[in-house]
Each structure stands twice: as structure tokens, then as C-alpha cells.
């Protein structure tokens, strides 16, 4: 009650009343403090890109109805060589950026080798698949201004090799003309393209201010399908209430982070509608190795007994996640059933774990969390039970920007927050969550959550994942990867918790607004 009592203070304090949004407007409450940059080289968070992918298409879409599959998107076609060797991409004619400028395959040539220049986060995403600085130049070409080859150097599975290009951080279509323009001490527009876009997508940047507003204007005469949104703008709101009162009173279209103790009452506004579906999000808790007390995987096999996973969905998480012990999100090809639970609520074998690993007595550690639901909620609930087993906890939370930087550089004991996959394959997430070969401080390879956790999983897991990569059939492909998830519980320092649910809170004057279970898509909006 404190907690609404203050928002309301804030609101009458800080917004005028106001009828509803304009008709071709969708205006969006959001904690924005967890964006750093908009340029597609550098985003490496999940919440970032979610916008983000309204604003850059991918040269390969995901189908909407199941994200395992795939779609034309810049790319009006593909083939495959009888080998698996080489990829031939055909660029849709007629096709312009906001500038005006044509979109051409040199554009996503340039883009491809911008990536691995600049060596900025998403370099890695494109050396994941074998795409380096050094043989880019036989790897990718331009055959003419609407045909791509890319000739990669191992012989990729072809049902996994295309979900690279999905991915508007692997393979960007950027406008390289203009992007220039802006070019600073041969940074390639990276400074310009923080707060600005140059890409090719339904909507481009109008304004990023940070932890204030961000605003998205529509690009007319979008090719994929008319869009009925002139503009999205997404308001800096982090208090969950604030939003609840903002989205009651009309004040906005959409309510990113409606804390579900919320979600009985506005079930029952005849103003509010609510839509939940499963997402590519998962919570989840790391130790760091790095740290001699998380050395032992048992120490990590304790921590998994001291959630009540059951307890937390039915109650603090009802409709906003899904317990889900595995890394690998139920909806992604190779993701183990719904009914893989092995872990329960068990104090008495977390203690003897520990006992096992050194710490009969416990010991004492900082847990840093992300300061927005549920992440406070769960670092308290597992702060009470690790209690139990003669762990003391203490939490600091902290906004989205300053937690993920102490992740890259190792800087934690445990670290709780949610992470988010950008293709529907289980390839997408051993590469984020085990792949390390080279544990090494200077190695620094932030986009690998094992390196951050300074986890070595060792050869034979690391080359267990480069054999999924080109294994051909998908029933064994599908195997190797079931058996990885079982092998990760094993060993590793990460803790699964929830799936989360994308949960659309709008008002009913917003008719259509799909959540597909890699994001968000504005282009689907309608008003009535």
C-alpha cells in the first residue's frame, strides 16, 4: 500500500490528467535504465534488442507461429549448396532506408565487416559462426547489388547455420552511406549510432534520451506489411505501481513491468486487457568460480535445493513466469519436456551439499539481483532458506546497467537477473551459457555467460557443442543437445528458475498486439 501511495504522489506530482493516447500513437511505460547503446554492434542486452528488432530487420525472420522455423525477411530466398557449404541469399529489389539510400547486398556486407572491426560485443556473435576479421573477405561477398554469398568454413547443419542471420546483431542491414556521414576518429558512426538508427526496419529512432524516453516514428511504406502506429513511444516509468496507475487511468497503451500481485485486479478492469505468453527469457542465478568458496559444483547443486520453485510460480510469479530448470526454453528445438523438474525445495540436502563441498558451517556472500520484479522477491526467498542452510546472503540490488557491467567483468559473488535467447535453436543458448574455451581473464568474452561465471567446462563439453553444430540429423542433433542440459545441471554454476511470460498488459482500446516468443511486435499493432 506504501508502495501505490507513493506512485500515486509521483503521478499527480509529475503527469498531467490526461485522456487517452492518440489513436496512431502506442505509448509504452518501461524501466529504461537496462539500455546502454543502440548501435546493433554493440547491444548485448535482451530488453534493448526487444525494441530494437522493430527498428532493424533481420535478413531471416522467425516464423511468428513457431519460432523454430524459418521466413523469408530481407532475404527473399536462399539456397543451399549440395554440401552445405555455401549459402546464396537473394535481396529483396526495391527496398530503401529512411534515408532514402538503396538497400543493396554491399550494405549487409559492410554491416557483416563494420561487426568485426569495431570488435565491439557482437563481433563474437559473428566469430560464433566461424565468421572472423581475418577470412571475412572469402566468407561473405556481395555477387551483385541483390545477391549475397556466404561461404562458411565448417559444414554447418543447414537448419542451424541460417538461424545466424535471424539475428539483427549478427548480420545488420545498416545504411552504410549514411552511417558514414557520421563517422567520428574512424569509429564507423559507433558514437552517432548509440542514440541514432541507420536501418532497415518498420520504424527508426526519433529520440533516445536516456532513462527519460525513447521514441520510434514509422517508416512509410514499410515492405513487409502497412503499419497503423505513426509512433511508439516508450516512457522511462521504473516503479511497477506508477505504471499500473498510468495504465488504469489511460495515460499509456501498454505496461512493461506490471507486478503480478497486480494482475487479479486489473483482470477485472474493464479498461485494462491482459495477454501472456511464454517468451525466450529466462531467470536464473550464477556463482562465480572465480571465487574459491563456488569452486565445487556441489555448491551450485545446494543452491538449486533452496527455491521453492512450485511454491513461487503459483504465488509470487503466478502469470509472469513458468518454473523451468533447464537452460533451454520449452518452444526451442532441443529444449527437454515441460516435465524436467528434477529440483524441489530441500534444506536439509542443500546443507548436506555444502557440507560435502567444505562449508559445514555456511559462509557469508553478496547476491546482486536487478532492481525490478521478481528479482528483489527471489533474492529475499532464497536469502530465508539459504539462511537455513548457513548461508548468509546479502542482497544489493541495482539497476540493469550497472548489474550487467559487473557480470562482464567478474566483479560478483552471485548475481541473480533474467537472460534472453535471440534465436529458437539450442545451439543459441550453450554458446551463451557453457561454451568457454578459453576461461582466461584476458580472454574477456563477455557474451559468454560460462566466461562471466568463470566456468571451464572443459573440452569434451566445449566440443560436444561444436558437434551439434554440424550434425546433420536432427534427431541426433535434438539428442546431443538433451544430453547437454543434463550434463550443464551437473556442472555448472548456474541455477534455472522461470521461463518468463511475456505478459501484454494494454488497455482495450488497443484491438491487436502480438507477442511471438521473440518479442514484441509493434507492427501488429491496431487500435480500436
Not at 505504471?243 to 487479479?264: T, V, Y
Not at 528434477?342 to 560435502?356: F, G, H, M, Q, S
Amino acid at each position: 500500500m506504501i508502495r501505490i501511495a507513493l506512485a500515486a504522489a509521483f503521478l499527480a506530482a509529475a503527469l498531467p490528467v490526461c485522456a487517452k493516447t492518440p489513436h496512431d500513437t502506442f505509448v509504452v511505460a518501461a524501466n529504461l535504465s537496462q539500455m546502454i547503446t543502440l548501435d546493433p554492434a554493440a547491444i548485448n542486452e535482451s530488453f534493448t534488442a526487444g525494441f530494437m528488432h522493430n527498428v532493424c530487420d533481420a535478413m531471416v525472420a522467425m516464423d511468428p507461429a513457431d519460432a523454430s522455423k524459418l521466413v523469408p525477411g530481407v532475404a527473399e530466398s536462399w539456397t543451399v549448396s549440395a554440401d552445405g557449404r555455401r549459402f546464396t541469399f537473394k535481396v529483396r529489389k526495391g527496398l530503401t532506408f529512411p534515408s532514402g539510400n538503396p538497400v543493396t547486398a554491399e550494405d549487409i556486407v559492410w554491416s557483416i565487416k563494420r561487426n568485426l572491426h569495431l570488435n565491439l560485443a557482437n563481433a563474437q556473435r559473428l566469430r560464433e559462426w566461424d565468421i572472423n576479421k581475418d577470412d571475412v573477405d572469402q566468407v561473405v561477398k556481395a555477387v551483385d547489388a541483390q545477391t549475397l554469398e556466404i561461404a562458411p568454413t565448417r559444414p554447418w547443419a543447414p537448419s542451424l547455420f541460417l538461424f545466424a542471420f535471424t539475428d539483427f546483431r549478427v548480420a545488420p542491414v545498416l545504411d552504410r552511406v549514411e552511417i558514414m556521414k557520421h563517422e567520428a576518429g574512424g569509429d564507423m558512426g559507433n558514437k552517432w549510432l548509440a542514440t541514432h538508427s541507420a536501418c532497415l526496419g518498420p520504424f527508426r529512432v526519433e529520440a533516445w534520451r536516456p532513462q527519460d524516453v525513447l521514441t520510434l516514428d514509422r517508416n512509410d511504406g514499410y515492405w513487409r506489411r502497412p503499419v497503423a502506429m505513426k509512433r511508439i513511444v516508450v516512457r522511462h516509468v521504473p516503479e511497477a505501481g506508477a505504471q499500473r496507475l498510468m495504465l488504469e487511468r489511460g495515460d499509456i497503451d501498454f505496461a512493461d513491468n506490471i507486478d503480478p500481485a497486480d494482475f487479479p485486479a486489473l483482470e477485472k478492469n474493464p479498461d485494462v486487457k491482459l495477454q501472456f505468453s511464454p517468451t525466450m527469457l529466462v531467470s536464473f542465478m550464477m556463482l562465480n568460480m572465480g571465487d574459491p568458496k563456488f569452486k565445487d559444483p556441489k555448491v551450485a547443486e545446494a543452491f538449486r535445493y533452496l527455491f521453492d520453485y512450485q511454491g513461487l510460480e503459483a504465488s509470487l510469479v503466478r502469470n509472469w513466469g513458468e518454473v523451468r530448470q533447464s537452460p533451454v526454453p520449452l518452444g526451442m528445438f532441443g529444449a527437454l519436456p515441460k516435465s524436467y523438474m528434477p529440483y524441489r525445495l530441500d534444506i536439509e540436502r542443500a546443507r548436506k551439499l555444502l557440507a560435502e563441498a567444505g562449508y559445514p558451517n555456511g559462509f557469508e556472500a553478496e547476491i546482486i539481483c536487478l532492481n525490478n520484479f521478481p528479482y528483489p522477491d527471489l533474492a529475499q526467498h532464497l536469502q530465508q532458506n539459504a539462511a537455513k542452510a548457513g548461508v548468509k546472503l546479502r542482497i544489493t540490488q541495482m539497476i540493469g546497467a550497472q548489474l550487467f557491467q559487473r557480470a562482464r567483468v567478474r566483479k560478483f559473488e552471485v548475481y541473480m537477473a533474467g537472460y534472453g535467447y535471440n534465436y529458437a535453436d539450442a545451439n543459441n543458448v550453450f554458446l551463451r551459457q557453457a561454451y568457454n574455451p578459453d576461461n582466461g581473464e584476458s580472454a574477456k568474452d563477455t557474451l559468454s555467460l560460462a566466461w562471466r561465471a568463470g566456468w571451464d567446462p572443459g573440452k569434451a563439453f566445449n566440443d560436444a557443442i561444436r558437434a551439434a553444430q554440424v550434425e546433420p540429423d536432427q534427431a541426433r542433433r535434438k539428442a546431443i543437445y538433451e544430453d547437454l542440459q543434463r550434463r550443464h545441471n551437473a556442472a555448472s554454476p548456474m541455477v534455472f528458475l522461470f521461463q518468463r511470460l511475456g505478459v501484454n498488459a494494454t488497455t482495450r482500446e488497443v484491438k491487436v498486439f502480438t507477442h511471438a516468443l521473440n518479442g514484441d511486435d509493434y507492427t501488429s499493432i491496431e487500435k480500436r
